[in-house]
């Protein structure tokens, strides 16, 4: 069993940066493999970012590539979303998730957080 809790979401400009980060707990972490996703109002969920449980393989959506960086850190069980150069179309909730493989595919996960709302302003 993970659980998993993200944090660092708000409100930012148009242009600004954020950092979310999802802490699990559980010792067995470093196993899985972790996603973020994302649901705006009235939108499905849809995937962000993805990384392997080494963090040799990182997978992006066409939407924030070259703008997010995912990140994690086995000793402190937490993964991290750096978002920059943010737009008013990123404002959603962000959720991280636990899985088996890094892949954009969300039934792939296993478990998932409360997620933190992120919203970018004009």
């Known amino acids: 069993q993970v659980q998993l809790v993200e944090s660092g979401g708000g409100l930012v400009q148009a242009g600004g940066s954020l950092r979310l980060s999802c802490a699990a707990s559980g010792r067995t972490f470093s196993r899985y493999a972790m996603g973020w996703f994302r649901q705006a109002p009235g939108k499905e969920r849809e995937f962000v970012a993805a990384i392997s449980v080494s963090a040799d393989f990182t997978r992006y959506s066409d939407s924030v590539k070259g703008r997010f960086t995912i990140s994690r850190d086995n000793a402190k069980n937490t993964v991290y979303l750096q978002?920059?150069?943010l737009k008013p179309e990123d404002t959603a909730v962000y959720s991280c998730a636990a899985g088996q493989s890094p892949t954009w595919y969300r039934y792939s996960y296993d478990?998932?957080?409360?997620?933190?709302?992120?919203?970018?302003?004009?």
Do not use: E, F, K, L
């Open 111 to 122: 478990y998932w957080g409360q997620g933190t709302q992120v919203t970018v302003s004009s």
């Open 83 to 85: 978002m920059n150069s």
